[in-house]
């Protein structure tokens, strides 16, 4: 197998499982085991970093397929494609929208759910959600790829 290609099946199945771990098993675990606002905070923290983890895997599994085989398969350059700006959207709109509705909310733990801002974060987490199992999907596919 050539380099690029071994380096592209890496960058993809780093960025796949590392949503797949945040997503399905870390954050449900800090949500269980923590108090509300204190996990949260926790993956506020995180999701700075892990949204440049999938961009620089993103970017490098696009480099790598190009440089390596062009256009010759165009639906994984598609899909990269598709999941880079999904995730652009996560990390450039998305998590600064939740950041600041957080901020603003205070305590998940003291507002009612009923209140207009944690409706909108209600909002905004179901969007994040959707694109979050979008990107895992994409890279489930990829990896799975001949």
Not at 1 to 29: C, E, K, Q
Not at 43 to 72: M, S
Not at 95 to 116: M, N, V, W
Request: charged fraction near 15%.
């Amino acid at each position: 197998m050539h380099y690029l290609d071994m380096l592209y099946r890496l960058a993809v199945s780093l960025w796949a499982g590392g949503n797949a771990i945040f997503s399905l098993l870390l954050t449900p675990i800090l949500f269980k085991t923590e108090g509300r606002d204190t996990a949260a905070r926790i993956v506020g923290n995180l999701f700075p970093a892990y949204f440049r983890w999938g961009l620089a895997c993103g970017v490098i599994a696009l480099v790598c397929r190009l440089v390596g085989r062009g256009f010759e398969a165009k639906l994984p350059v598609i899909l990269l494609g598709c999941m880079l700006a999904v995730t652009s959207f996560q990390a450039f709109y998305v998590e600064p929208r939740a950041a600041e509705l957080k901020r603003q909310i205070g305590s998940f733990e003291t507002t009612s759910k009923d209140h207009p801002l944690r409706k909108e974060f209600s909002r905004i987490h179901g969007v994040s959600a959707v694109c979050n199992l979008t990107v895992l999907a994409g890279g489930v596919l990829l990896v799975v790829l001949p």
